[in-house]
């Protein structure tokens, strides 16, 4: 008798530890610093994908648990927060949002051999140089994102007097030199000024009268929306009707907080609007209905989340070797669309189109719906 209560209680403890099995992920972005509202973002989705996935059963009969890291958008503040990571075990970080922190951070996920699915890092050596095959992304690139952009401004401006600055940070300056290389090539023109400006600063007067006495009538901007957004009403305030245009760095509804009118026309780049996907639809209506919104990265991080934890259940398992395996060969229904990934561990999803900011909020601009 004692036997078998024994074997009883131990068989409770067993089936006890399996119902409370947890699964520890990672999401890494700026969740503090001004860049905060992208880690608000990255955070947002991979919480109600979390919720989701556990309220479905988990993965495998597993529960998932969050781990949030802070990078700042800090290089080495990335790196800190991937070995923070690797020691606790977790075989799977969303993240990051940079791709100044992304890129470095790859290198520790790779030697550590955890997952890595960026939902936003667009600089094309995230994946052309990845340091191990177990580095995805579920955004496109600035190569792409350049070309469109670079192209639009050729065709819609054709007389307009250009400028193309840069933050100087992987993104921003990446995404400039691809935006000036397509503008160049479709238009047989050079820009009126190429300049790089400092991120963080509060006060561009000098740049803005420098391209109001060169006569600047488009401002392209690779950076980030804080600094693109007071260049936008420091222009106004000059008396200036310089249209603004810049990347996927401006969807968020902070730009127009610092812009307020100002903002109004601005143009940027981003992915086919997934918000308005059917499959994202419950997703969307759950998160407004908590007073959240499903802008500008949720909805991708959301779907790393979703790619990932059903290449676990091809799988059978969280190990390294078989999940990287089951990314590379499978096709994602997710919340964006259904992914596959290339040899370089890029998504086939549609590129990117041309939006505008008109009274708060960002759509489609004109002809270029999906």
Known sequence: MKKALLAGAAL????????FAEITIGVAGPMTGQYASFGEQLRTGAEQAVADINAAGGVNGE????SVGDDACDPKQAVAVANQFASQGVPFVAGHFCSGSSIPASQVYADEQIVQISPASTNPDFTDKR?????????????????????????????ANVAIINDKTAYGKGLADETQKYYEEASGKKPALVEAYTAGEKDYTAL??????????LLYIGGYHTEAGLMARQMREQGMDTVL?????????????????????????????????????PVVAELEKAGKT?????LYTYAAIQAWADAVKKAGSTDFDPVVTALNE?????????????DKGDVTLPGYVVYEWKDGQYDYVDGAAQ
């Not at 803005?208 to 009538?217: P, S």
């Open 330 to 342: 499978g096709d994602y229904a997710t919340v964006i669309g259904d992914l596959t990934f290339d």
């Open 12 to 19: 409770n403890l067993v089936f006890a530890g399996a119902a």
């Open 63 to 66: 529960m998932l648990k969050l």
């Open 131 to 159: 340091p191990g095959d177990g580095v995805f992304r579920v955004c496109g690139r600035d190569d792409q994102q350049g070309e469109v952009a670079g192209k639009y401004i050729s065709d819609n401006f054709p007389d």
């Open 245 to 281: 245009m810049s990347g996927d760095a401006l969807v968020a509804e902070e730009y127009w907080a610092i812009t307020g009118d100002a903002g109004q026309g601005t143009l940027m780049t981003f992915s086919p609007d997934p918000r308005k996907n059917e499959a994202a639809a």
């Open 294 to 298: 499903a802008e500008g990265y949720v």
């Open 208 to 217: 803005v009268t420098k391209m109001k006495e060169a006569g600047i009538n």
